[in-house]
């Protein structure tokens, strides 16, 4: 079984920048894919973007430019850079990530989600 940690959330004012973390462990074969995604009050959850094991990412087109992902395969955890915050990113940003495990079946896990608030 996966688990995922989350860390790096707080409250920051517009303009400024944030570096969300999330670090997998337990029993990993391989990882497919790793993102973040957020729910706003309100809203349903969406996905902001992902990092496949060869490397490419994607995006929401809403934080194009602003946010980056990253990955660090040694320590199983995947990183979100969030510059130029806006109070339209506030919400709770959960981790995801893909693995495949025994079987060569392919599951999906979620971080406890970490709080992101942006003051105006």
């Known amino acids: 079984q996966v688990q995922l940690v989350e860390s790096g959330g707080g409250l920051v004012q517009a303009g400024g920048s944030l570096r969300l973390s999330c670090a997998a462990s337990g029993s990993i074969f391989s990882i497919n894919s790793m993102g973040w995604y957020r729910q706003a009050p309100g809203k349903q959850r969406e996905l902001v973007g992902a990092i496949s094991s060869g490397g490419s990412t994607n995006y929401a087109d809403s934080v194009k430019g602003r946010f980056t992902i990253s990955r660090d395969n040694a320590k199983n955890t995947v990183y979100l850079q969030i510059d130029s915050l806006k109070p339209e990113d506030t919400a709770v940003y959960y981790c995801?990530?893909?693995?495949?495990?025994?079987?060569?079946?392919?599951?999906?896990?979620w971080g406890q989600g970490t709080q992101v608030t942006v003051s105006s």
């Open positions: 995801n990530v893909v693995t495949t495990g025994k079987f060569g079946l392919m599951y999906n896990y």
